[in-house]
């Protein structure tokens, strides 16, 4: 087969069959961790402004819950897929074992557009998807989170339909409002971890965060706060790019300011004192660190010989394809693979669920701490073993992760 023609979940498919092959795992066992535990597919009808009505396919897959409860996000996008919920699921599970926290992995989605709903049309087809996956959600079973295109204000509203009717259940979802049991530190936290990660990364393969040039394909949550941080860290931001267009200077973009302007215009495009420039392009620009933070898929073999970074921190889910991946490894480029580079929106979420089990709020202090702590751990150990075995960052994270879900697997029997 083409693997060009792969979509998402085959790409993720190769992955796990890469590691599990290192490892020497059994048949048995690689069809177990590949097959997810359970798929629903649910119609959910909604009554639109105008009075008509429209039905919506909505996903949620439950990939692997050995190592605890099913763990993962909700996004609303007209691309959502079967195939594209399941390579995310399976994500999900790799993602949580690699951070060591004790969750398993689950994905879910509505195939729609929310850019041109209402917040209305948003909240009555946010519950009534939470009402027709109710009965398999649960704060001991799976609980969802924000993903592409949904937010705080989405969390809560599925808060409060599962809440209707089980009794007031904050920790059924994480990523909600602070006022509503959610987590300092939990909107910024997945852009926080891709630049501890990047910078550790930097740090192990000679590269001067202080001077380096960063491009960012993506400038929604995880793109934005990446971006600020690394700004902080005094790395040159030279490219951003969104929906609507891209922007470029060599000389660095005010950052401060591109996050007011991109606030108030919707978009990054036509940023004042800034080149405009594609997406497309932002790949090819010339820069020490790349950063895909928007969707999956968008690095492969077309495009893979044409990146000039040093560095790839892989803030999307599944941003590169498995040839592209290769291309990638032949020519040197560093890779920071994405269970690893944007593991801190679950890891704080994961001390929310804590939080709100516990009816105890951390300082955020405490938050950042905790997540600089894990991730530093999970790249040490990424580290450590990808020179042991001579291995990519990607194929040793994989094996890490594969090897703690096969641990629980056979702990707990059959």
Not at 179 to 195: I, K, M
Not at 275 to 291: G, Q, V
Request: hydrophobic share 40%; net charge neutral; charged share 25%.
């Amino acid at each position: 087969m083409n693997e060009e023609r792969l979509n998402n979940y085959e790409n993720c498919i190769r992955l796990f069959e890469r590691a599990a092959s290192r490892l020497g795992l059994d048949e048995e066992m690689r069809l177990l961790l590949k097959t997810p535990f359970r798929e629903i597919r649910v119609r959910v009808p909604v009554r639109m402004d105008d009075g008509s009505t429209r039905i919506f396919v909505g996903y949620r897959v439950q990939h692997n819950g050995a190592r605890g409860p099913l763990k993962g996000g909700i996004r609303y996008h007209p691309d959502v897929d079967p195939d594209e919920v399941r390579a995310l699921a399976m994500l999900m599970t790799w993602k949580t074992a690699l951070v060591d926290i004790p969750f398993g992995g689950a994905k879910g989605g509505i195939a729609c557009d929310p850019l041109t709903m209402s917040r209305g049309e948003l909240e009555r087809l946010t519950r009534k998807f939470t009402s027709r996956i109710d009965i398999v959600l649960g704060i001991n079973r799976d609980i969802p989170a924000p993903d592409v295109n949904t937010n705080a204000q989405i969390m809560a509203w599925i808060m409060d339909e599962y809440s209707s009717r089980h009794g007031y259940t904050p920790g059924i979802v994480t990523g909600k409002p602070v006022d509503l049991g959610g987590s300092l530190g939990r909107e910024e936290a997945t852009g926080r971890g891709v630049s501890i990660v990047t910078r550790l990364a930097c740090r192990e393969f000679g590269l001067d965060l202080a001077r380096a040039t960063v491009a960012i394909q993506g400038f929604g949550n995880v793109g934005s706060y990446a971006a600020r941080f690394l700004h902080q860290a005094g790395a040159r931001v030279v490219a951003v790019g969104d929906l609507r267009g891209g922007v470029y200077d060599s000389r660095g973009l005010d950052i401060d300011r591109l996050l007011v302007y991109a606030r108030q215009q919707g978009s990054v495009a036509g940023f004042p004192g800034a080149r405009a420039i594609s997406n497309p392009e932002i790949f090819r620009l010339p820069c020490d660190i790349l950063i895909p933070a928007a969707l999956g898929g968008v690095l492969t073999k077309a495009n893979a010989g044409e990146v000039e970074a040093k560095m790839l921190v892989e803030a999307a889910n599944a941003p590169t394809s498995s040839i592209g991946d290769a291309i990638f490894q032949d020519r040197g480029v560093v890779v920071v693979p994405d269970i690893l580079a944007n593991a801190g929106g679950v890891t704080v979420s994961y001390f929310e669920w804590s939080q709100n089990i516990q009816q105890y709020r951390w300082e955020e202090a405490r938050v950042n701490e905790e997540l600089e702590r894990i991730l530093t751990r999970a790249y040490e150990s990424v580290s450590t073993l990808a020179k042991e075995e001579r291995a990519s960052l990607r194929d040793a994270a994989y094996m890490l992760a594969v090897q703690k879900v096969v641990e629980a697997e056979r702990l707990r029997g059959s």
